[in-house]
């Protein structure tokens, strides 16, 4: 079975350009989220999908941050302008929805650099 | 609010001894804890979980954490620490409350170095 798959691995932008992060769930998921961690910091809640619908948004941290995930499928996270503090690694995820199934399996991450 | 915290930046440990990766944390309704390990250039792997039950939870490569309802904690160990631990430890908390949503608290990592 194919693990969460997220593209590009690495993106470096300059400040006002615009970036979109691609994130594949394993098949039959109809829980996404993503994270971000900056600087070393924590990772930090973005928002949840359950399907194609947002379940959860209130990490984003403001409106230049756009998620989709049309058809329930995989799911795009458009930066629009990408600014410096933007930088970081994007993590995506995705979970079960049947109850008991806890975990979230994530992918290998997007590194984010804007100069 | 749900708050995670590792006090331990990096933790150093020489193999064949036992490794303790600290964790507390802070959630209003009944906690959900998770330990993730991430390898260099890897994404997050999980390595177990407590929902109910048990307090000592058994995991993978060995890993054992135990959860301690009244210090609020969830500590990682390992009874023999082998070189190829070496990594970045999470600890992680989620809501169990009904409708507290899904969404991971994380800590800010510990690092995990083994020396032979």
């Known amino acids: 079975e194919a693990g969460v798959t997220q593209f590009p691995s690495h993106s470096v932008i300059e400040k006002g350009q615009t970036v979109t992060l691609r994130c594949d769930p394993i098949?039959?998921?109809?829980?996404l989220y993503w994270y971000r961690r900056v600087m070393g910091k924590e990772i930090k809640f973005l928002l949840h999908f359950v399907k194609e619908s947002k379940q959860d948004e209130s990490g984003m941290p403001n409106n230049r941050f756009l998620a989709e995930r049309t058809g329930g499928t995989y799911s795009t996270l458009k930066v629009q302008p990408a600014e410096l503090e933007d930088s970081g690694v994007y993590f995506c995820a995705s979970s079960y929805a049947l109850a008991g199934a806890y975990e979230q399996y994530f992918g290998p991450g997007t590194r984010l650099t804007v100069t | 609010a749900q708050s995670v915290a590792q006090p331990e930046d990096q933790v150093n440990v020489a193999e064949g001894n036992p490794l303790t990766v600290k964790c507390t944390y802070s959630v209003s309704g009944n906690p959900y804890l998770f330990w993730y390990v991430q390898y260099p250039n890897r994404g997050l792997q999980f390595l177990l979980k407590?929902?109910?039950?048990?307090?000592l939870v058994k995991g993978s490569y060995g890993f054992e954490a135990e959860f301690n309802k009244s210090q609020t904690s969830f500590h990682l160990k390992k009874p023999s620490a082998l070189v190829s631990d070496s990594a970045l430890y999470f600890c992680a908390v989620r809501d169990g409350v009904t409708g507290g949503g899904n969404k991971l608290t994380f800590g800010t990592g510990t690092q995990l170095k083994v020396e032979l």
């Open positions: 407590y929902i109910t039950g048990d307090n």
């Open positions: 098949s039959g998921h109809d829980n």
